[in-house]
């Protein structure tokens, strides 16, 4: 895409102005267009945002003494004065993500350009508050110890993403244990106890779908849907180069399509291309699902399984993206999930194949590629949420 293009999508959401009152989201505006484009002149930069010359030098000189900004080596042309292209600081802004799921809960650390300076994973056999809380203080504390002194000073917040109503996945997965304990914690209140950093929360799904949007191919298109296959399939909605979450913050709740059932009748698309259908069929045959959630992930033992997950996970993806295809004209439908990258291929190869054999008369469907960023999507969706909700267009 062209930077004149990313510049008149910018303004669309509010137009850059010279006004002192709102040198906020101007500054907001530059670093987004230097986020998505890397190093940038001054010049490039007032042509496509429409702000002054002036008003574009004033706020680089700002960004550049708050070490937001790195000058890069000035580009000489053939007349005037060279210019000087201003790159992002990576470490002017550090953030954790945390990703809570049925299985496990990962947390990174990451810097302003997405790059991951730490990592850690917590499994277990379902997510009890008391021990997530804990996993999370810990790590941050561990975690700290890797980074500078002057990094650690640039920690901004604390991004958690999970999915919505953890206190109903009793009854889903008939655990012998009541997740209702979830509904009455104020996760807020307990992550103050932990930390002074800023909580950002979001939608497991949406932040998958972020991370792919910033760091896989969300560059590549401008409105697609977007799937993530946890223990349950959630998803993401991006409409003119922005990842949209919807009146109620559900937007992509793609689990709850309707989709046929192998036996007849239908059943929603979360039980039917999940991750919990497949680690309920190893286990049925004695084996151990551990490593379905350990990193890195290695499931040639599970290949008995996981042929006719992908056969039915492939056929229920592609009814759904017929339906979402009917309502908007999506360019793709990315597919990721907490798989190993071949078993991810498999299972787009599959829903290309079902989607060729439904009927999509009146319609073009949006082609089902595969995404890029991976199983850690949620955790990165996570720690994107602190710096983009303070320093960039979402």
């Known amino acids: 895409m062209e930077i004149r293009e990313v510049g008149q999508e910018i303004r669309k959401l509010s137009d850059g102005a010279n006004l002192l009152g709102v040198r906020a989201h101007n500054e907001r505006l530059i670093l987004s267009m230097i986020q998505r484009h890397g190093a940038l002149p001054g010049s490039d930069i007032a042509k496509h945002t429409g702000l002054s010359a002036q008003t574009v030098s004033n706020i680089l000189r700002k960004l550049e003494a708050e070490e937001f900004l790195l000058r890069r080596e000035p580009q000489r042309g053939r007349v005037g004065k060279p210019s000087v292209p201003m790159a992002l600081n990576p470490d002017a802004a550090l953030s954790y993500g945390l990703k809570i799921g049925r299985r496990s809960a990962d947390l990174v650390v990451m810097n302003l350009m997405g790059e991951v300076l730490g990592s850690s994973q917590s499994t277990y056999p379902y997510p009890m508050p008391a021990e997530i809380f804990a996993y999370l203080e810990g790590g941050m504390e561990d975690l700290a110890r890797g980074l500078s002194a002057y990094q650690r000073e640039r920690l901004c917040g604390i991004g958690i993403a999970a999915p919505s109503e953890i206190w109903s996945w009793t009854e889903v997965l008939g655990a012998p244990i009541d997740f209702s304990i979830w509904a009455q914690i104020d996760v807020q209140q307990e992550v103050a106890r932990i ?3 800023p909580l950002f929360t979001e939608n497991d799904g949406t932040a998958a779908c972020r991370a792919e949007h910033v760091f896989g191919r969300g560059r590549e298109f401008s409105d697609y849907a977007y799937f993530f296959i946890g223990s349950f399939i959630g998803g993401g909605v991006v ?33 039917a291309a999940s991750l919990h259908p497949l680690e309920a069929a190893i286990a049925a045959e004695g084996l151990d699902t551990t490593a379905l959630w350990t990193q890195p992930q290695d499931w040639r033992a599970f290949e008995r399984q996981i042929g006719p997950w992908v056969e039915r996970t492939g056929e229920a ?7 979402i295809g009917s309502v908007l004209d999506f360019e793709v439908a990315l597919i990721d999930g907490a798989m190993p990258a071949e078993v991810r291929a498999r299972v787009v190869a599959h829903t290309c194949d079902a989607l060729d054999r439904l ?10 590629e ?11 969706g996570a720690g994107c949420a602190p710096i983009y909700a303070q320093y960039f267009f979402q």
Do not use: C, K, W, Y
């Not at 595969?370 to 990165?380: K, W």
């Open 195 to 197: 930390s002074e950093l």
């Open 239 to 271: 409409l003119n180069s922005s990842v949209t979450v919807g009146a109620q913050n559900n937007a992509g709740a793609f689990g709850s399509l309707r989709v046929p059932a192998p036996g007849g009748g239908e059943l929603p698309l979360i039980d």
């Open 317 to 323: 993806l592609a009814h759904a993206i017929r339906s």
């Open 359 to 368: 009927d999509t008369r009146g319609m073009l469907p949006p082609r089902p």
């Open 370 to 380: 595969e995404a890029r960023v991976g199983a850690n999507a949620r955790a990165l």
